[in-house]
Nanobody
């Protein structure tokens, strides 16, 4: 059974930063495409950022986070991270690590869905 372990969420003031991390229990994320989705209260689930290559050259960012968020891999640890800078109250949401069930077969992350592997989520709250 795939288990994804997220960490790094919390409460931060507007303009602050957080770094989310995702690790998989029992296997390395180096062999999978992975990304982050979020769900804010009363809003639809949104794809935030995805990495669709092993070298980080193919990435997706939602327009609302471009220039502020950066997705990356730590290949030594087999983990995926989301560095979030200049956080805004609108970024408040539960953030989910998502891993494509198809491994390294290219699929645009806008097509990722409930059949892929999802973490339990980590709360990010941006408030003064």
């Amino acid at each position: 059974q795939v288990q994804l372990l997220e960490s790094g969420g919390g409460l931060v003031q507007p303009g602050g930063s957080l770094r989310l991390s995702c690790a998989a229990s029992g296997f390395s994320l180096n062999y999978y495409f992975a990304g982050w989705f979020r769900r804010a209260p009363g809003k639809e689930r949104e794809g935030v950022s995805c990495m669709m290559s092993t070298d980080g050259s193919t990435t997706y960012y939602a327009d609302s986070v471009k220039g502020r968020f950066t997705i990356s891999r730590d290949t030594a640890k087999g983990t995926v991270h989301l560095q979030m800078n200049s956080l805004e109250p609108e970024d408040t949401a539960i953030y989910y690590c998502v891993v494509a069930r198809t491994g390294l077969v290219f699929r645009p992350c806008v097509t990722w869905n409930e059949d892929d592997y999802w973490g339990q989520g980590t709360q990010v709250t941006v408030s003064s």
